[in-house]
């Protein structure tokens, strides 16, 4: 006769019956740890749990750094908010709740080279991954360019379904290189189609104000403007470089020397009033 399974067996099996490889393997330590009284009930079930929540994220989490194309993982626990006291903690944690994602809500980070922008939109990229949802991320430059290139391959309406079906779509680097005429027509109809139906994260170091020039067409630049901020959050980063930050004090000596610190963002790398982003209230 078969010796009747421990409840330790019963347990395992179980969870291999539910497929929960990493509730499974917690649960030697977790059960050892409940034995010697270092854990109550609830908190092992939690831990339990947890185990299993944290090996699910990491694998959407993988999954989603290949078909997302994420340039790197960043995340908002990486992210150093007394370096940079223009950005409010408060704000980006409540948009890593995801909440604008359900309302189909916009995310713009603007400032300029170095700020972080691209660290906070991946980190919400990331985020939304790992609650499932499907996420894509681009330059506008390699985003048009494919836009393009499917056009030229007789393919667009295929390469639109692909950037317009993800719940999270990142348009970084908005401003750093030129537009072809086509090209801006293109990010155009893509953002027109994912207006009210998906959320777009973008991010410039050029203010709204000089988006006309980027597009090469002023009224063009304006209708998506003002789609793009209907819904929107605006993350107004106004500070020094991250890349530079050891080179603060220099940039200070130098600032104090040419006379031109700037009042409250001392050390930061002067920039003229044009080039500067303009303020916009987040709704
Ligand atoms: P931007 O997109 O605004 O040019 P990035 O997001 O690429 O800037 O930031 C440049 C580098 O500095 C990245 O490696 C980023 O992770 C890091 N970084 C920027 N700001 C912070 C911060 N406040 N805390 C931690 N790392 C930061
Ligand atoms: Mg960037």
Redesign the pocket.
């Given at each position: 006769m078969r010796a009747p399974l421990s409840l330790r067996d019963r347990l395992r099996a179980q969870l291999a019956d539910l497929k929960m490889p990493g509730a499974l393997e917690a649960l030697d330590d977790i059960l050892a740890a409940l034995d010697s009284g270092t854990l109550k009930p609830p908190a092992a079930i939690e831990a339990l749990l947890g185990a299993q929540i944290t090996l699910r994220n990491n694998r959407r989490l993988q999954a989603a750094m290949r078909s997302s194309r994420l340039p790197i993982v960043?995340t908002l626990t990486?992210?150093?908010?007394s370096?940079?006291p223009s950005?409010k903690r408060e704000q980006l944690e409540s948009l890593h709740t995801l909440g604008f994602l359900e309302r189909k809500e916009n995310v713009v980070?603007l400032?300029?080279?170095?700020?972080?922008?691209?660290?906070?939109a991946i980190s919400l990229a990331i985020a939304a991954a790992e609650s499932g949802r499907r996420v894509y991320y681009g330059t506008l430059g390699d985003l048009i360019a494919s836009l393009e290139e499917a056009q030229l391959a007789g393919r667009l309406l295929h390469r639109m379904k692909t950037l317009v079906f993800p719940s999270l779509l990142i348009v970084?680097?908005i401003g750093y290189l030129p537009i072809s005429r086509t090209g801006a027509m293109l990010f155009f109809q893509l953002m027109s189609r994912r207006y009210e139906h998906a959320s777009t994260v973008l991010?410039s170091?050029k203010g709204f104000e000089e988006w006309g020039e980027i597009f090469g067409d002023d009224v063009m630049a304006a209708a998506l403007i003002d789609r793009l901020v209907h819904h929107c959050h605006i993350v107004n980063?106004r500070g020094n470089?991250?890349?530079m930050r050891h080179h603060t004090e220099l940039h200070k000596d130098l600032h104090r020397a040419l006379g031109s610190s700037r009042r409250g963002v001392a050390g930061a790398p002067q920039r003229s009033s044009r080039s500067r982003p303009k303020e916009a209230a987040a709704t």
């Open positions: 960043k990486d992210f150093d908010f370096f940079q950005v980070f400032g300029p080279p170095g700020v972080g922008k691209t660290h906070l970084d680097e991010t170091n980063i470089s991250y890349r």
